[in-house]
């Protein structure tokens, strides 16, 4: 994934949302934030390429900070998200640690696909595919 194909994937598919769906200030900025961390935990390949991982931590209060809002607003941009079905989430087994998010890809040429990466280790990231392949 190209982190900026997704981000002019993500303000035109806002721009062209009808006023009564589009996202929320706070969920934009939220979904933009994760684009960031998405990023951030890319993994160098064997040939060079930077991978995506499918999913990603973050800590909710890392959020929160950042954002200087509370954790009861971020629930609710992140709800915006998954129900625009930009976003899947999987919220911590214990309190206040890490959720497992995944952002749902713009980009049409891109799939979950298992990769090894530098350290030999098995790995779940978005690897290009053929959408022409039969």
């Known amino acids: ?6 981000l002019e994937s993500f303000i035109e598919w806002q721009s062209d949302l009808p006023a009564d769906r589009k996202l929320s ?9 994760l684009l960031y961390r998405c990023n951030c935990c890319a993994l160098p390949s064997i040939d060079g390429r930077w991978l995506w991982r499918v999913e990603f931590f973050v800590r909710p209060e ?9 954790e009861r ?9 998954v129900d625009a079905g930009r976003l899947k989430y999987q919220k911590a087994v214990k309190n ?4 497992l998010y995944t952002l749902v890809p713009f980009a049409d040429n891109v799939a ?4 090894k990466n530098l350290a030999d280790e098995t790995v779940s990231v978005f690897g290009l595919v053929d959408k022409y392949a039969g």
């Open 25 to 33: 200030e706070g969920a934009v900025a939220l979904w933009i934030y």
């Open 96 to 99: 206040r640690r890490k959720g």
């Open 112 to 115: 979950p696909t298992s990769l």
């Open 1 to 6: 994934m190209n982190f900026f194909s997704e």
């Open 73 to 81: 607003n971020i629930r609710r941009y992140r709800k915006e998200l």
């Open 62 to 70: 890392g959020i929160e900070h950042f954002f200087g809002r509370s």
